[in-house]
């Protein structure tokens, strides 16, 4: 295994969050390589496996980035960060992405780990298809309704009165037959299964929800001025996500290191569920390779958004939301 540049750095911030440091797994830091510092969406899961994973095997380091990976949460606002220029680049979904550049952030995606949304719909097993939903209830995240909320309310029939708040924890499912909820691909289901519990997993991006899933998004000052860093980053990545699918090893001991709570099983689980998706290898992917972006599925991502009214088209416009130019330069195939 190459040598890890860099000890991981928590850096502080302007929000209400400690300062945390984690162990190093390196020698000294190398003045030749260019700090670059990325924050997730989440706690270190399998999720995020290709970013640990070209952590692990030195593949930032090769492409001359000392990369500074941080883990999202409920308490860090990586949008805010990033606009406050304490991140490169961050993990945004596609409709985060136009609500934030509508909102004057200079944020600009380009590229995605992911060819649809991982988000799911977890029903109990007497529900056949997600119309059969209407008039139950339906626990959601307070981010579902500027996401995919309003597409599925246009979809399935559903309405605002059916919506609860998801508190990110399954006993309320366990405990009312009626009940569904959000998940993730690989969280919730798990939680489920581990609970023997009655359930079936309907899966929105592969419904039709049309946006990526844990897309990378960049500073329009690091794209314009250093555009040769996001190159490196982007490809380097999706390196790191081809061998993480592979062989993910040395990704999840980092994965670990940094979140003690995800369990051996459930990254088996994950990483089984990465798999036989396709959801980073299949799709377009299988011809543009891994990350690819294309214009049609932006194109329906900004056309269902404004169908939904999630954006405002005064105060943005589809071309400076997203760029193909560094994903589609040197593709890292499946």
């Known amino acids: 295994m190459k040598t890890i540049p860099t000890k991981y750095?928590?850096?502080?911030?302007?929000i209400a969050a400690p300062v945390l440091t984690i162990s190093t797994y390196a020698n000294a830091q190398s003045d030749s390589l260019t700090p670059f510092?990325?924050?997730?969406n989440w706690y270190a899961q399998a999720e995020h496996g290709g970013f640990y994973q070209a952590m692990a095997e030195g593949l930032y380091a090769d492409k001359g980035l000392d990369v500074n990976l941080r883990m999202g949460?409920?308490?860090?606002?990586?949008?805010?960060?990033?606009?406050?220029?304490r991140a490169e680049c961050i993990i945004r979904d596609d409709v985060g992405t136009m609500l934030a550049r509508s909102q004057g952030i200079p944020i600009t995606m380009v590229?995605?780990?992911?060819?649809?949304?991982?988000?799911?719909?977890?029903?109990?097993?007497?529900i056949n298809t997600?119309?059969?939903?209407?008039?139950?209830?339906?626990?959601?995240?307070?981010?579902?309704?500027?996401?995919?909320?309003?597409?599925?309310?246009?979809?399935?029939?559903?309405?605002?009165?059916?919506?609860?708040?998801?508190?990110?924890?399954?006993?309320p499912f366990m405990a009312d037959t009626s009940l569904a909820q959000q998940g993730y691909m690989s969280s919730e289901p798990f939680a489920m299964m581990?609970?023997?519990?009655?359930?079936?997993?309907?899966?929105?991006?592969?419904?039709?929800?049309?946006?990526?899933?844990?897309?990378?998004?960049?500073h329009d000052d690091v794209i314009n001025e250093h555009p040769e860093q996001v190159y490196a980053f982007v490809e380097a990545t999706m390196q790191g996500w081809k061998s993480y699918l592979s062989d993910p090893a040395t990704g999840?001991?980092?994965?670990?290191?940094?979140?003690?709570?995800?369990?051996?099983?459930?990254?088996?689980?994950?990483?089984?569920q990465l798999r036989s998706s396709g959801i980073s290898t299949g799709g377009d992917a299988q011809t543009g390779g891994i990350g690819i972006i294309t214009d049609d599925r932006?194109?329906?991502?900004?056309?269902?958004?404004?169908?939904?009214?999630?954006?405002?088209?005064?105060?943005?416009?589809?071309?400076?939301?997203?760029?193909?130019?560094?994903?589609?330069?040197?593709?890292?195939?499946?």
């Open 37 to 40: 510092t990325f924050i997730t």
């Open 9 to 14: 750095r928590w850096l502080s911030c302007c």
């Open 252 to 272: 999840n001991r980092l994965i670990q290191a940094e979140n003690p709570n995800m369990s051996d099983e459930q990254l088996a689980y994950a990483l089984n």
């Open 194 to 218: 581990q609970a023997d519990a009655d359930y079936k997993v309907f899966s929105l991006g592969q419904e039709g929800y049309p946006p990526y899933g844990n897309s990378i998004a960049c």
């Open 130 to 171: 997600l119309s059969d939903l209407k008039g139950r209830t339906v626990l959601i995240s307070s981010s579902a309704h500027s996401s995919w909320w309003p597409w599925a309310k246009s979809q399935y029939g559903f309405t605002d009165d059916m919506s609860r708040p998801y508190t990110f924890n399954i006993q």
């Open 73 to 85: 949460g409920p308490q860090v606002n990586a949008v805010q960060l990033l606009g406050a220029g």
């Open 298 to 334: 932006m194109q329906a991502t900004w056309q269902m958004a404004v169908d939904n009214e999630l954006i405002d088209t005064n105060n943005v416009s589809l071309p400076k939301v997203y760029t193909t130019e560094f994903i589609t330069k040197n593709p890292v195939m499946p």
């Open 111 to 126: 590229a995605s780990s992911f060819q649809f949304d991982p988000i799911v719909i977890i029903t109990h097993s007497d």
